[in-house]
């Protein structure tokens, strides 16, 4: 057999860096696999689809979402983590040890950190490609107070307590709220709802959805279609902001990892453990709510400490892997 890893980390954001440096400052020499364009996305996570990123401690001017992640990663190398930049194809966790397959080879650990992520759903609509982060965007919390939003009309698509949310929060920045809702109803909770439908500077409208995207350098309009009736309509709008849920990335587990019914990993609360003794879970895979940067990096935290006192106390050593 191979040599068996301490560690090994799937996935290369903030979440799986900062359980590589943790990691590597335990001198448990982790294997992270960054992957290779896995869920359609860069090594590094959401926050290389970002620019400017202005909440994240330690940077007072503000840095841009992929510096941010190189700055990361390369302290993750300064400080001893051995980086390949391979997509795992899938893992084997049924017998100790692990396994780990990418690229045709079989890696071995005595326990894997799972920090893929959840990528944001995006509808495909004309010009998307082109205005992405530069008026449209996925994450209101983390692109909602850039000057270009500021006192200019803002569209949000969806319907349930995420969008209505995001709406809500937008107004504190945008002149008004479009929310645009598929159906002639909200799907979100009564409370959500009703919050929405109370705020003065929000105007949903039912049965719409966006069809193009418009502008030159940036977002300036959007165009919209009433699903009823067919009529198009162009919306003056600086800003477009999809909140129609997120995939996790957790196919390749196959299943042997217990997840919630949309795939997000279930984890002992206050925790990063699973139901895999020695299979850890950090970051957006296991985070359904908040989807921040600095939520995914203090997880990683938890995640590498977790790994370090479960082989300090032997625990890789058992033969169970189902708690």
Request: proline share 2%; charged share 20%.
């Given at each position: 057999m191979a040599d068996v890893r301490n560690t090994i980390i799937i996935g290369s954001g903030p979440a799986g860096h900062t359980a590589a440096i943790y990691a590597a400052r335990a001198e448990l020499k982790p294997l992270m696999f960054e992957g290779w364009l896995?869920?359609?996305?860069?090594?590094?996570?959401?926050?290389?689809?970002?620019t400017d990123v202005e909440n994240f401690p330690g940077f007072p001017d503000g840095i841009l979402?992929?510096?941010?992640?190189?700055?990361?990663?390369?302290?993750?190398?300064?400080?001893?983590?051995?980086?390949?930049?391979?997509?795992?194809?899938?893992?084997?966790?049924?017998?100790?040890p692990f396994k780990v397959m990418a690229a045709g080879t079989t890696y071995y650990a005595h326990t894997i950190i799972i920090s893929t992520g959840a990528t944001a759903?995006?509808?495909?609509?004309?010009?998307?490609?082109?205005?992405?982060?530069?008026?449209?965007?996925?994450?209101a919390v983390c692109d909602g107070a850039a000057p270009i939003f500021?006192?200019?009309?803002?569209?949000?698509?969806?319907?349930?307590?995420?969008?209505?949310?995001?709406?809500?929060?937008?107004t504190k920045y945008g002149s008004k709220v479009y929310m645009l809702v598929r159906r002639d109803v909200l799907r979100a909770s009564k409370v959500m709802a009703k919050r929405a439908e109370d705020n003065p500077k929000i105007i949903i409208m039912?049965?719409?959805?966006a069809i193009e995207a418009l502008g030159g350098k940036l977002l300036t309009h959007v165009k919209v279609v009433n699903k009823k009736t067919k009529a198009e309509t162009t919306l003056e709008a600086n800003g477009l902001f999809y909140a129609v849920g997120h995939i996790p990335n957790t196919q390749f587990l196959d299943g042997q990892v217990k997840t919630d019914k949309e795939g997000y990993i279930l984890t002992k609360p206050g925790t990063a453990e699973t139901d895999v003794h020695g299979v850890f879970a950090c970051g957006d895979v296991q985070d359904r709510?908040?989807?921040?940067?600095?939520?995914?990096?203090?997880?990683?935290?938890?995640?590498?400490?977790?790994?370090?006192?479960?082989?300090?106390d032997g625990e890789h050593l058992m033969k169970n892997t189902k708690l």
């Open positions: 896995a869920g359609g996305v860069a090594a590094g996570g959401q926050l290389t689809t970002t979402g992929p510096q941010l992640m190189e700055n990361i990663r390369q302290q993750s190398v300064n400080v001893g983590t051995e980086i390949k930049t391979e997509t795992v194809d899938s893992v084997d966790v049924s017998t100790k759903r995006r509808l495909g609509i004309e010009g998307e490609d082109k205005f992405w982060n530069k008026g449209m965007s996925a994450c500021r006192n200019r009309p803002i569209v949000v698509v969806g319907g349930g307590d995420s969008a209505c949310e995001e709406a809500n929060y937008l039912y049965n719409h959805e709510q908040w989807r921040q940067a600095i939520t995914a990096a203090g997880s990683g935290c938890m995640a590498a400490l977790s790994v370090e006192h479960f082989l300090a």
